[in-house]
């Protein structure tokens, strides 16, 4: 039992926590607070990919000991066996001292960090615009402003029609 | 379990932690109504989860997450509070059955393919034999630095990071149009300048 929970714990709970970012998104009026349950998502779905990069024993992706100074010997010959000899780079023969985790999902969330503020700040952008152009932020009061705009357009029509 | 040897057990209770105490605080955020406790919590959050990333190697997403997480998008969404309304109104009681049925049965969903992932820190896992591990093994000879990450970011990734620029700018720019420049407030303010 505790096996299967170390083996697959952290998906159970990262999988709780996106469906809380989820809940928030679907459930908030307020549309501040439903920016703030997407990046609670978004935040959940980084915690999914660095629980993958984790190699058991590993350590931070930044090389040290031996690594170093046997690379800086045959810094040469060591590039050229990684790109000629392909089979030989998956698994136990990395030809590397110690253990280190997998630096590739690292580097995509470090841009999804990024990409993730960018969008949050054109939505925080688009919020503001919504407040002056309806003087609130609760989504289903401007859904009601919307419907009494386009109701007033129908009455408005028929008249405008005979006027003509 | 055998995956571990004993020096990670403590690593993997903090991990555990970590993952709770962001599951808590996840809660806390979707049952407030003031949007300063809601923007302060989303804040806590980041922080805890870079902490989390420490614990799980990635310390390279640890602080880009505790600077641009829990510093820039906080002040972001500061600001956008402080520019429209201090709290959210309460929903109505039946609204929020739907969503919950939603998210409970996508979450079954989710839990069932669990089932197929990799175990926790699994060095055979499709995810961590591909070109992770060659990076490793090239990097040190091509480079001669010995942070990997950097390297996979600023180099054998590098058109990934241009396009992640290209989004900054696009995100900037549509920030700019859609707030402008001063213009509206300059307009305001002559408006009121005309009716003194």
């Known amino acids: 039992m505790l096996e299967i929970i170390a083996a697959r714990g952290n998906y159970w709970i990262i999988i709780a926590l996106m469906m809380t970012g989820l809940y928030i998104t679907f459930e908030a009026n307020n549309l501040i607070k439903r920016l703030v349950g997407l990046s609670v998502f978004q935040t959940s779905v980084f915690l999914f990919y660095i629980t993958l990069s984790k190699v058991a024993g590993g350590t931070a992706p930044i090389l040290m000991g031996g690594d170093i100074k046997k690379k800086a010997k045959h810094a040469g010959e060591e590039a050229g066996a990684a790109a000629g000899g392909q089979g030989e780079a998956a698994g136990a023969g990395t030809g590397l001292e110690n253990v280190y985790s997998n630096p590739l999902p690292h580097v995509l969330i470090l841009t999804a960090i990024v990409v993730g503020v960018s969008t949050l700040a054109v939505g925080l952008a688009l919020v503001v615009r919504i407040r002056e152009a309806y003087g609130t932020i609760e989504s289903d009061e401007v859904r009601a402003i919307d419907i009494d705009v386009a109701l007033a357009e129908e009455m408005d029509a028929p008249a405008r029609e005979g006027a003509q | 379990m055998e995956n571990f040897s004993n020096g990670d057990y403590g690593l993997f209770l903090?991990?555990?932690?970590?993952?709770?105490?962001?599951f808590v605080v996840g809660v806390a955020i979707a049952r407030i109504r003031s949007l300063f406790a809601i923007v302060m919590l989303s804040g806590v959050y980041s922080l805890v989860s870079a902490t989390w990333f420490v614990a799980l190697d990635a310390v390279d997403v640890?602080?880009?997450?505790?600077?641009?997480?829990?510093g820039i998008s906080t002040a972001l969404m500061l600001g956008a509070m402080l520019l429209t309304a201090r709290t959210a109104k309460a929903e109505k009681r039946f609204s929020r059955i739907a969503p919950f049925l939603v998210v409970v049965v996508t979450g079954a969903v989710l839990l069932y393919a669990t089932a197929d992932l990799p175990a926790l820190g699994d060095p055979n896992s499709p995810v961590n034999t591909g070109v992770g591990q060659e990076y490793l093994q090239r990097h040190y000879g091509e480079m001669g630095f010995p942070n990997v990450v950097t390297s996979v970011l600023a180099s054998y990734r590098g058109i990934d990071t241009l396009g992640e620029v290209v989004v900054v700018f696009a995100a900037g720019l549509a920030v700019a149009l859609l707030l402008g420049f001063g213009e509206r407030s300059l307009a305001e303010s002559i408006r009121n300048g005309d009716e003194n």
């Open chain 2, 62 to 70: 640890a602080f880009t997450e505790a600077a641009v997480g829990a």
């Open chain 2, 14 to 22: 903090a991990n555990f932690l970590l993952l709770l105490i962001l």
